[in-house]
């Protein structure tokens, strides 16, 4: 009986020192696939109180932006500045603001060229940023910096239904539900984010969407991969189609 | 029933008393207006459009969340307040019975043609809109235009309007009280001229005589790179349409009538302008042809009171308008509009053919616009006299500067030459000048 003991001990130390290097090699390796698991997305959907899909949302991480995420805010800006490619523009083309919904990134300049043939006079009142732009086609107007995050509503002083929304965002992660609510945040370095939600007809408060979610670890993976936001959006209203003769300019 | 014309003095109040009102007034006025004067978003862009429409505000009644965006309001209140420093003409005012054909003259009270400079208030709009179920529009708007009816309220349109379809292919529907749909220059707030203070001579009758209380259907579509629209109305109301030019002659302005209007003729006498005497609707119809890049577009409108001159003081007026823009280049624009027509009424001898046409140029750089114009106009005496016969001709020079979004300054200044062959030998000149503030809320 002390004999086979001994044996089952054996045996047992002996899986134990085939284990140990195993084990060693992963806790050494673990952290490294984690750290480049950490370079993830975070995937989910917004939906409204029924279940319906929200499309067009835009789920953002409220979180300042890291000294790398700021440098390489800087550096596009630089781009944007200088170069013609990544260039964040709003356009006006046939008397309408395109898009009618533009996300951009705290630090952004954004131009407002003029297609229409007719002089359009783009304002913006504001508290996040106030300007007004007197603008014809051709004429390439000074871009607006966009410094301070939240929403920044368009406008043509001349032509009264035209109007669009800048939703300045605080750092570069931020993703644009599609037709089904589905929205993925790709490339969040690892740690804890809070995400929040946004709609331009949303009831619902930006701050009573948030949630937390922590990127990188084995452990909240599934969490990670499968956020929902529900969102109370007021009805939409059809613009108008101000093509009468009547009001034709 | 017929109604008889409502008799009514000239009016004699000086214009020193006037302008004390009009200072009290704008005082009153600016006291009131002094939160949008100091700061925070213009109601205008918290509203829908002329044209009536739900869109987004565009103002900065956020909370302290930054990311708040207000939803659309269904009530929404603008206003126009427009004064002036004006040293018109030589002879007082049509709108003081004169013979002077811009809106503002010398002293009625004066010994001679002696021109005088004064401060007035031109023009108080107050517009009222809101979006009702089922997307329907209703829009409102009074207006106060003292030197021709003191501070009484003239209402100058007030309709609902639903539109079906989008912005290259649609219908639309709207019924109340309207404006006419033919000026080329009336595009500006609460329809004001755009291009300069005055209207031509053309658009500024149309504004002044008619007022249409009806129906109005409306169809746009866009293909293959043109634009096409129609648009037909019928209403009642403009039974006197005419008479105005007719006896009193072509003027420049910028008067807008309405419900309650009373325009004064030279005789001393006032006709209402908007005054349905045989209940036979007045019809018109304008067909729109344009480029979808905006860049030219053709208009041809009809418009026909079908008055019954058989029932007393109507008259039986109607005309034609053709009209074309062109915005070849992005800071000039190109106006043409001419006019043919004709007013009979039965018991005078008044009957008249009408006929005038102007072509307007502007050019807008930055904040600024200057525009000039030339005008032409002529009435014919069709009924064997020489009552209303005349002829004129114009120049106008109109300089505006856009400060921000709420103030507007204006400058004018009108060259008129008239030619009315039942007046004395003795023309007083009628050119003279304005000088406007506008402040929009």
Not at chain 1, 156 to 184: K, Q
Not at chain 2, 213 to 231: I, Q
Not at chain 2, 392 to 403: L, S
Request: net charge neutral; charged share 20%; with cysteine.
């Amino acid at each position: 009986m002390v004999r086979s003991l001994q044996a089952r001990l054996a045996a047992t130390l002996r899986r134990v020192r085939l284990m140990l290097p195993l084990g060693m090699l992963a806790m050494a390796v673990l952290p490294v696939a984690g750290a480049l698991a950490a370079e993830t997305g975070v995937s989910g959907r917004v939906v409204g109180p029924d279940g319906k899909p929200v499309a067009a949302a835009i789920v953002f991480v409220q979180a300042a932006p890291s000294d790398a995420d700021a440098e390489r805010v800087r550096g596009d800006r630089s781009a944007r500045i200088d170069g013609q490619s990544g260039r964040v523009a709003m356009d006006q083309v046939d008397k309408a603001f395109v898009p009618a919904v533009l996300p951009v990134v705290v630090g952004t300049e954004v131009r407002f060229p003029n297609h229409d043939q007719i002089h359009h006079h783009v304002y913006s009142f504001s508290r996040t940023k106030t300007f007004e732009l007197p603008l014809y086609k051709g004429q390439d107007a000074q871009p607006v910096l966009f410094d301070k995050a939240g929403v920044v509503k368009i406008g043509c002083n001349i032509h009264d239904w035209m109007s669009a929304v800048i939703l300045v965002l605080p750092n570069e992660h931020f993703a644009v539900t599609d037709s089904d609510g589905r929205f993925t945040l790709e490339n969040l370095p690892a740690g804890k984010h809070t995400l929040a939600a946004w709609h331009e007809r949303s009831r619902t408060k930006v701050d009573e969407t948030l949630q937390a979610v922590s990127v990188g670890s084995a452990a909240t993976a599934a969490t990670g991969a499968g956020i929902h936001f529900t969102l109370s959006l007021a009805p939409a209203r059809t613009r108008p189609a101000i093509r009468g003769s009547r009001n034709d300019t | 029933m017929a109604r008889e014309p409502q008799h009514r003095p000239a009016r004699t109040v000086g214009y020193g008393f006037r302008a004390a009102r009009v200072a009290c007034f704008l005082v009153t006025l600016v006291a009131w207006l002094s939160p949008a004067l100091l700061g925070g978003a213009p109601a205008f862009a918290q509203a829908p459009p002329s044209t009536g429409g739900s869109f987004d505000n565009v103002d900065d009644q956020q909370g302290e969340d930054p990311y708040e965006v207000n939803q659309p309001r269904r009530v929404w209140l603008r206003g126009v307040l427009d004064a002036r420093v004006v040293r018109g003409g030589e002879a007082p005012s049509w709108t003081d019975s004169g013979r002077g054909r811009t809106r503002y003259g010398s002293d009625v009270d004066g010994e001679g043609f002696e021109r005088e400079t004064k401060l007035v208030l031109a023009q108080l709009a107050i517009e009222l809109g809101a979006t009702l179920p089922w997307e329907v529009r209703a829009q409102a708007q009074v207006n106060v235009q003292p030197d021709l009816d003191d501070y009484r309220p003239w209402l100058v349109e007030a309709f609902v309007r639903k539109e079906w379809g989008v912005a290259t292919s649609g219908r639309g529907l709207q019924a109340g009280l309207m404006g006419n749909p033919f000026s080329l220059e009336h595009v500006g707030p609460a329809w004001s001229p755009q291009y300069s203070i005055s209207a031509s001579a053309l658009n500024s009758w149309l504004w002044e005589e008619i007022s249409v209380a009806g129906l109005e259907g409306e169809w746009w579509r866009e293909a293959g790179g043109l634009r096409f629209g129609m648009l037909a109305g019928a209403g009642f109301g403009p039974d006197q349409l005419g008479r105005l030019v007719a006896v009193r002659g072509w003027t420049m302005g910028d008067v807008l009538s309405g419900v309650g209007a009373e325009m004064p003729l030279p005789s001393g006498v006032r006709t209402q302008i908007f005054d349905e005497r045989d209940d036979r609707p007045a019809a018109y119809a304008l067909l729109t042809l344009g480029d979808a890049r905006e860049r030219a577009a053709l208009r041809f409108g009809y418009f026909d009171n079908f008055g019954d001159e058989n029932v007393a003081g109507v008259w039986n007026t109607r005309f034609g308008v053709v009209g074309a823009s062109f915005h070849l280049h992005p800071r000039f624009e190109l106006l043409v509009q001419y006019l043919d027509g004709e007013a009979r009424v039965r018991d005078t001898t008044n009957d008249s053919s009408l006929r005038a046409w102007y072509a307007l140029l502007s050019h807008h750089q930055g904040r600024h616009r200057v525009s000039v114009r030339y005008d032409s106009f002529r009435l014919q005496d069709v009924d064997g006299g020489s009552v209303t016969a005349e002829d004129g001709e114009g120049v106008t020079f109109a300089w505006f500067w856009q400060i921000g979004l709420r103030h507007q300054l204006g400058f004018e200044y009108v060259w008129l030459d008239v030619d009315r062959r039942s007046q004395p030998t003795l023309a007083p000149s009628q050119d003279g000048g304005q000088l406007s503030y506008r402040f929009r809320y």
